[in-house]
């Protein structure tokens, strides 16, 4: 499969969705190692969306743990039902987050991210085996409709 992906920066939100869904798919189901794959697509959705910090939280242990990521530094461990990460986690439920300073509990590991949106990634047996967290520095920058296509970004992953 060709590294390069095709990117038109110039779309709307969900015709951007549109855009890179087939190019995600095409590029992780032409690798098996999860890891490199959960790079890729945060490599992905950074360049597509310029969002600020786009990374994913691995279960590990009874908590989460820093994974593959993209943007600055971040905290490495989340405590189950802590911050938006772990309550996504606790709730089982993508969590969007117009304004983090109205959220009690949301862990600030850049002041610049204001609000955000979680989503829980399931394995076939309905575990939780990771979370994607996406931060803005803009205020409400998330709705349903990131929620809906993330969650198919996150069902291309299961493939692997
Ligand atoms: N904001 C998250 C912590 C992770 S960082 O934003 C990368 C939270 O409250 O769960």
Redesign the pocket.
């Known amino acids: 499969m060709s590294q390069s992906l095709h990117l038109d920066k110039s779309l709307g939100k969900e015709e951007k969705y549109l855009q890179i869904l087939p190019q995600l798919k095409a590029l992780v189901q032409g690798e098996e190692d999860r890891i490199a794959n959960l790079a890729n697509t945060c490599a992905f959705l950074k360049e597509a969306f310029n969002w600020w910090?786009v990374?994913f939280?691995l279960v590990k242990n009874n908590e989460l743990v820093l994974g593959p990521?993209q943007g600055p530094v971040?905290?490495t461990r989340?405590a189950f039902g802590?911050?938006?990460?772990?309550?996504a986690w606790e709730a089982k439920k993508t969590i969007i987050v117009p304004n983090?300073h109205e959220?009690p509990?949301?862990?600030?590991?850049?002041s610049a991210?204001l609000s955000?949106i979680?989503l829980p990634m399931f394995d076939a047996k309905q575990e939780i085996i990771a979370v994607l967290?996406i931060?803005s520095e803009y205020l409400n920058h998330f709705d349903e409709m990131d929620a809906r296509y993330l969650n198919e970004v996150l069902n291309l992953l299961m493939i692997r």
Request: glycine share 16%; hydrophobic share 40%.
């Open positions: 910090w990374g939280y990521f971040a905290c989340i802590k911050g938006v990460c772990g309550s983090v959220f509990g949301h862990i600030a590991c850049s991210s955000e979680v967290d931060d």
